[in-house]
């Protein structure tokens, strides 16, 4: 029998309508002061343990904690171990981060207290940085069940389910072959949106558009935007291209985190309101397949952003539905591009449309800044190079044209193009840098170190200077993340010149990559300079968080350095070297 409020009345069930309503109440104050549009928190650190606590004149360390089957727990100390060295007699409790999405954590890329209080997200500024203050100094956990990551070349089909246990793109995506499952893996057949007879034949079908692009030889460095989970750039290495594949951290759930999972260059970014963390006129060629960026947006800046990055002579390749679908909204947005495209003196080398019904466009960017000058409407303008910022960390998106160098000629062919020296940059020690490199890693890194080099696929270098670590390791089954830090002398340029690829970055903050996302860290003479602006327990624990379980950082400092950083990589078994009156110390 239904029960009603008047029924209750009548039999003067009193305590029971109080009882109700007390509980409606608590409902009613339970949703209001809940918000249920914020993700839930992927760690809650009080106030009081920011930071790890850090005791004096006690001669032992905490272990790092982490979890094991299911259970966070210590790894164990060895208690032979000679701490007369340390530097200081310190310890510190180290605390892993809670939270069901702590395994997955970006520091700046997840804050969502900072997100949540953005005026606007209209250009996607909800997906750029906000870094915490303080930096968090908890520890990751690993997912459930993790494993050894599946080694390349097979990890580029395949990889363990449990590593990245994610399946809403196997869902989202299921008709285009981005990801599917199969048992205990993830697979990837090399299909996608604009994929639909796979993306090999997509690669031929670009080069038979437009041969001049000479995959491998005259086009070597790429940017791949929206790159969903990479395959384009995963099948182009087998060519000798090394593609900078790149989405933000969206509904897109995972994507960056299977490329890197699979050994496949990625990293998150977007183009929101500011430059991307590259140099000027650095790709040799731009991609963008259903990359979902309205390139029109804000006056053109996502399109003179490309301009910008994109190598004079460089060209950007467009396969979306406005170049080949003709109902009301495409067309608007074809003409649109036409529009801005002229405007900005590209010009159209190739358009055309495959067996599929897929079509694309091929935009040539000029080579010389002649065109802007003659143009009838001065839209967008020219930039005023003096005026105009130098950097390209945290630096608003420009909304004029980026000058062409005078002095502007395509690089040699790879792979004489790695190390023939770059024109127009007066590089000191260039010849000098690349023979160095090449003899250190060839004579200690690779034979005196006791690093299985087989297992290594993603490597980054974390102070990368001219490139020459990098460059000295190319003929290894592996690619090599080159980051120039913003205090540092600006080489990146160099970088790209040389085929090679890399970002800016300031290590007193938290990078945008996944947790686990590297087999191998390289530090040379970073913490020194470094250690002017933050503290180096920042950075031990972001390397901490990027860095695969049983990864390898190698670094090479001063003495006094190490001295210094003991205590904070002493939970890294070590080994010394010492190369031209320079410490090596290798952990692991």
Same mark, same amino acid.
Request: proline share 7%.
């Given at each position: 029998?239904?029960?009603?409020?008047?029924?209750?009345l009548?039999?003067?069930?009193?305590?029971?309508?109080?009882?109700l309503?007390?509980?409606?109440?608590?409902?009613?104050?339970?949703?209001?002061?809940?918000?249920t549009?914020q993700?839930?928190?992927?760690?809650?650190?009080?106030?009081?343990s920011?930071?790890?606590?850090i005791?004096q004149?006690?001669?032992?360390?905490?272990?790092?904690?982490?979890?094991?089957?299911?259970?966070?727990?210590?790894?164990?100390?060895?208690?032979?171990?000679?701490?007369?060295?340390?530097?200081?007699d310190l310890?510190?409790?180290?605390?892993?981060?809670?939270?069901?999405?702590?395994?997955?954590?970006?520091?700046?890329?997840?804050n969502?207290?900072?997100?949540?209080?953005?005026?606007s997200?209209?250009?996607?500024?909800?997906?750029?940085?906000?870094?915490?203050?303080p930096?968090?100094?908890?520890?990751?956990p690993l997912?459930?069940?993790?494993?050894v990551?599946?080694?390349?070349p097979?990890?580029?089909?395949?990889?363990?389910?449990?590593?990245?246990?994610?399946?809403?793109?196997?869902?989202?995506?299921?008709?285009?072959?981005?990801?599917?499952?199969?048992?205990?893996?993830?697979?990837?057949?090399?299909?996608?949106?604009q994929?639909?007879?796979?993306?090999?034949?997509?690669i031929?079908?670009?080069?038979?558009?437009?041969?001049?692009?000479?995959?491998?030889?005259?086009?070597?460095?790429?940017?791949?935007?929206?790159?969903?989970?990479?395959?384009?750039?995963?099948?182009?290495l087998?060519k000798?291209?090394?593609?900078?594949?790149?989405?933000p951290?969206?509904?897109?759930?995972?994507?960056?985190?299977f490329?890197?999972?699979?050994?496949?260059?990625a990293?998150?970014?977007?183009?929101?309101?500011?430059?991307?963390?590259?140099?000027?006129?650095?790709?040799?060629?731009?991609?963008?397949?259903?990359?979902r960026?309205?390139?029109?947006?804000?006056?053109?800046?996502?399109?003179?952003?490309? !301009?910008?990055? /994109?190598?004079?002579? &460089? $060209?950007?390749?467009w =396969?979306?539905?406005p %170049?080949?679908?003709?109902?009301?909204?495409d067309?608007?947005?074809w003409?649109?591009?036409?529009?801005?495209?002229?405007?900005?003196?590209?010009k159209?080398?190739?358009?055309?449309?495959?067996?599929?019904?897929?079509?694309?466009?091929i935009y040539e960017?000029?080579?010389?800044?002649?065109?802007?000058?003659?143009?009838?409407?001065?839209?967008?303008?020219?930039c005023?190079?003096?005026?105009?910022?130098?950097?390209?960390?945290?630096?608003?998106?420009?909304?004029?044209?980026?000058?062409?160098?005078?002095?502007?000629?395509?690089?040699?062919?790879?792979?004489?193009?790695?190390?023939?020296?770059p024109?127009?940059?007066?590089?000191?020690?260039?010849?000098?840098?690349?023979?160095?490199w090449?003899?250190t890693?060839? !004579?200690v890194? /690779?034979?005196?170190? &006791? $690093?299985?080099?087989s =297992?290594?696929?993603? %490597?980054m270098?974390?102070?990368?200077?001219?490139g020459?670590?990098?460059?000295?390791?190319?003929?290894?089954p592996?690619?090599?993340?080159?980051?120039?830090?913003?205090?540092?002398?600006?080489?990146?340029?160099?970088?790209?010149?040389?085929?090679?690829?890399?970002?800016?970055?300031?290590?007193?903050?938290?990078?945008?990559?996944?947790?686990?996302?590297?087999?191998?860290?390289?530090?040379?003479f970073?913490?020194?300079?470094?250690?002017?602006?933050?503290?180096?327990?920042d950075?031990?624990?972001?390397m901490?968080?990027?860095l695969?379980?049983?990864?390898?950082?190698i670094?090479?400092?001063?003495?006094?350095m190490?001295?210094?950083?003991?205590l904070?990589?002493?939970?890294?078994?070590?080994?010394?070297v010492?190369?031209?009156?320079?410490?090596?110390?290798?952990?692991l």
């Amino acid at each position: 029998m239904a029960i009603s409020v008047q029924n209750l009345l009548k039999e003067r069930r009193y305590p029971f309508i109080v009882s109700l309503l007390l509980l409606l109440l608590f409902v009613a104050f339970f949703v209001l002061t809940t918000n249920t549009s914020q993700p839930p928190p992927l760690y809650h650190l009080p106030q009081s343990s920011t930071h790890p606590s850090i005791s004096q004149n006690i001669p032992s360390m905490a272990p790092p904690l982490r979890e094991i089957d299911g259970k966070i727990s210590n790894s164990s100390v060895d208690p032979d171990s000679d701490d007369s060295d340390s530097g200081g007699d310190l310890v510190i409790d180290w605390k892993a981060c809670p939270g069901p999405l702590a395994v997955d954590y970006i520091p700046c890329l997840d804050n969502w207290k900072a997100i949540k209080s953005l005026k606007s997200r209209r250009h996607m500024e909800h997906r750029e940085r906000h870094c915490p203050k303080p930096n968090p100094r908890c520890l990751i956990p690993l997912p459930h069940g993790y494993k050894v990551p599946v080694p390349w070349p097979k990890s580029r089909d395949m990889i363990w389910f449990d590593n990245v246990p994610h399946l809403k793109l196997v869902e989202y995506k299921k008709e285009q072959n981005w990801v599917k499952t199969s048992g205990e893996y993830l697979l990837f057949p090399g299909g996608g949106t604009q994929f639909k007879e796979g993306v090999t034949h997509y690669i031929q079908y670009i080069e038979k558009n437009l041969p001049k692009i000479g995959w491998g030889k005259r086009t070597r460095v790429i940017l791949d935007v929206g790159c969903g989970v990479a395959s384009f750039g995963g099948y182009l290495l087998d060519k000798d291209v090394i593609t900078m594949s790149f989405a933000p951290k969206d509904e897109h759930e995972a994507q960056i985190q299977f490329a890197l999972e699979r050994g496949i260059p990625a990293t998150l970014s977007v183009i929101g309101t500011q430059r991307l963390t590259f140099p000027d006129n650095a790709f040799d060629l731009i991609h963008c397949a259903r990359c979902r960026v309205h390139w029109d947006a804000d006056g053109g800046k996502p399109l003179l952003e490309l !301009n910008r990055i /994109l190598r004079p002579g &460089g $060209v950007f390749i467009w =396969s979306a539905t406005p %170049v080949y679908r003709d109902d009301e909204r495409d067309k608007k947005v074809w003409e649109s591009m036409v529009a801005l495209t002229e405007s900005i003196c590209w010009k159209v080398v190739a358009k055309s449309f495959d067996s599929s019904g897929i079509g694309l466009v091929i935009y040539e960017k000029p080579v010389s800044s002649s065109c802007y000058e003659s143009r009838k409407v001065n839209n967008p303008p020219v930039c005023d190079e003096d005026a105009r910022a130098k950097t390209s960390w945290y630096t608003p998106l420009d909304g004029c044209i980026s000058r062409i160098p005078t002095t502007t000629t395509w690089p040699t062919a790879w792979p004489q193009r790695l190390n023939t020296k770059p024109d127009g940059y007066g590089l000191q020690g260039f010849h000098e840098d690349t023979r160095k490199w090449s003899e250190t890693v060839t !004579n200690v890194y /690779l034979e005196n170190l &006791g $690093v299985n080099w087989s =297992s290594v696929r993603n %490597v980054m270098d974390m102070n990368a200077g001219y490139g020459g670590f990098a460059a000295a390791l190319t003929d290894l089954p592996l690619w090599v993340f080159n980051v120039v830090p913003v205090n540092m002398p600006d080489t990146l340029p160099v970088i790209f010149e040389r085929g090679l690829i890399g970002i800016y970055h300031d290590w007193c903050e938290s990078l945008n990559t996944y947790p686990r996302s590297y087999d191998l860290l390289h530090a040379s003479f970073l913490f020194g300079n470094l250690t002017q602006r933050c503290e180096m327990l920042d950075s031990a624990v972001e390397m901490d968080r990027i860095l695969r379980p049983g990864g390898v950082v190698i670094v090479e400092d001063s003495k006094q350095m190490f001295l210094a950083s003991e205590l904070i990589f002493s939970k890294f078994k070590k080994v010394f070297v010492y190369l031209y009156e320079t410490a090596v110390e290798f952990y692991l």
